[in-house]
């Protein structure tokens, strides 16, 4: 892809990317624009919470029963209204909602069907700790009109898109549609992302291992043979980084190398996060930047879901770290 001199911004970039595919329809593009106008609404509200009367619990709960912020609400408001009439999708899904949301009888159906976790790690809100919108995209597999459950339940292995936003000391907006991993940052005097990370590459291996050892009397053998393992390393001195915000974790990791583990456990065999709205997406991010992401035994991108808000083991990252991890799990190593 030719880059052009200076300052290119999403928009460009994703023009750019559609230009080398002639058959492309922009409605691919569209969506991907729309979901950083929403990210654009969010990032402005994430940034004053503080001091707008927008913290606190809203007096509602998600499918899981947590408690929802009023921002997480505002979040999946904001992404909804971005999406919903732009005539390219056929439904959506997300962390908040129990079941599929139908696009209005009003709008025209698309062939593509999005799916998020609109605020990932809002419990982090209230100290001022990064948090993130994480999406991925899928084509249709029903004919056509509404869209439905099955057209979410395909594999990571059949995304077209998926990426996150992160909400920080600034707001980036990190995306893949398979042809390797770009980061935008917002500049917010102009309210445009630009190209800040072009082709972005995760180490070979990293330096720090991420998981929340205050879970260790719950972990499987070979999870503590693991991390025993990482802390002994000669060549390296890891170190230990857990921010409790997935998307600032995994973004960190990225970056710098390294891997991230949540583990299932005695009390959660299949861990806390989310298969379709928070380890897809991430994995095939990860996998595009050259790293890895498995539950334990397989890669995350081929597990094939039943269920919109199933749970999965995630251990993602650099390579080196995750196949250690995946010697033990196997069994290879003891
Ligand atoms: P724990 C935030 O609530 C979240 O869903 C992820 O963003 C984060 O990685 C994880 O939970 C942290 O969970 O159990 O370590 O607090």
């Avoid at 209204?81 to 056929?90: E, N, R, S, W």
């Avoid at 991993?181 to 991420?210: C, Q, R």
């Avoid at 393992?229 to 170190?239: D, G, L, S, V, W």
Wanted: hydrophobic share 35%.
């Amino acid at each position: 892809m030719s880059l052009r001199r200076g300052v290119t911004n999403l928009s460009r970039f994703l023009l750019e990317e559609q230009r080398l595919f002639p058959e492309a329809t922009g409605d691919f593009t569209l969506i991907l624009e729309q979901i950083a106008f929403a990210a654009k609404i969010i990032s402005r509200e994430v940034n004053k919470a503080g001091i707008v009367n927008i913290l606190g619990k809203a007096d509602s709960s998600n499918v899981h029963g947590e408690e929802q912020q009023k921002l997480d609400v505002y979040a999946n408001e904001k992404m909804i209204q971005a999406l919903d009439h732009t005539g390219k999708i056929c439904a959506m899904a997300s962390e908040e909602v129990d079941d599929v949301i139908d696009i209005p009888s009003k709008y025209p159906k698309g062939k593509y069907v999005v799916v998020f976790d609109p605020l990932d790690g809002s419990s982090n809100i209230d100290v001022n700790i990064s948090i993130g919108t994480i999406f991925a995209v899928y084509k249709r597999i029903s004919p056509e009109g509404s869209g439905c459950k099955k057209d979410f339940m395909q594999p990571g292995r059949n995304l077209v898109a998926s990426g996150y936003v992160i909400y920080g000391s600034s707001t980036m907006f990190v995306y893949t549609t398979g042809r390797g991993v770009n980061g935008f940052t917002l500049d917010p005097s102009v309210g445009e992302f630009l190209l800040s990370h072009y082709n972005m590459k995760t180490p070979n291996e990293g330096g720090i291992y991420s998981i929340n050892e205050a879970n260790y009397h719950k972990w499987d053998e070979r999870i503590k043979k693991f991390v025993e393992h990482i802390k002994n390393i000669k060549e390296r001195q890891y170190t230990s980084r857990y921010i409790g915000s997935l998307v600032a974790d995994f973004h960190r990791n990225l970056l710098k190398g390294g891997v991230f583990l949540y583990p299932g456990d005695t009390k959660n065999p299949r861990g806390k996060l989310r298969l379709l709205y928070e380890a897809n997406p991430l994995a095939f991010i990860i996998e595009q930047a050259g790293g890895k992401a498995i539950d334990g035994e397989n890669n995350i991108l081929d597990i094939v879901p039943d269920n919109l808000h199933q749970k999965t083991p995630l251990i993602i990252g650099s390579k080196f770290e995750v196949e250690l991890f995946q010697k033990y799990w196997t069994g290879e190593l003891k």
